[in-house]
């Protein structure tokens, strides 16, 4: 019976020992266990017209607005990233290259864009606003590597602070990279 009891007490002591090890991972963690669907890729005609869809030529009352240096427009894309990590998956790649080639499209090679990294609201707020920011700052070094100029881009991270489904705020569509048109440089 001694026996039974110190074996018990011994597996409640790793049982405790394994709980301290991942409960912090979890603590802080802003994603969720990694999807397991796919999200389909944007061509970059699709992110084009995300970005400028209309509303650079937009027609209002017979007026017709030719350019503009207020934002156009801001597309959502599902970049791949390794777990609670700014690191980008080997699938992230395809995305990135179709957001390159738009970038330096006759369309918009002119403009400005923000890169805004965006979590759900699971987790710590501080960590999930830091990650959102270095997640942001991990697809603007892949653009500028991939030829995109650097001056034109600029990284923000809201964390969980614009949720794209506020009624579901743990729901993974929240967890994105925003590209924002910012209009044309100065």
Known sequence: MKASRRALAHLL??????????????????DSAPDQG???VL??????EG?????????TRGLRRQSSSAPSGSINLNIAFEYNSFA?????SEQLRQLTSALTSDTLRADRFMVAGHTDAKGNPQFNKHLSLQRAESVKRYLVASGVDGSRLV????G?????????PNDARNR???IRDLGAAP
């Open 13 to 30: 002591q790793l049982l405790g020992i394994a709980l301290l090890v991942v409960a912090p991972r979890f603590a802080f963690s802003a």
């Open 155 to 158: 990284a923000v991270g809201y």
């Open 160 to 168: 969980a602070e614009q949720l794209l489904d506020p009624d579901q």
């Open 176 to 178: 994105r990279v925003e």
């Open 38 to 40: 796919s999200t389909p």
């Open 51 to 59: 970005l400028k869809g209309g509303a650079a030529h937009a027609t």
């Open 88 to 92: 980008l998956k080997p699938e992230a």
């Open 43 to 48: 061509s970059d005609q699709q992110i084009q």
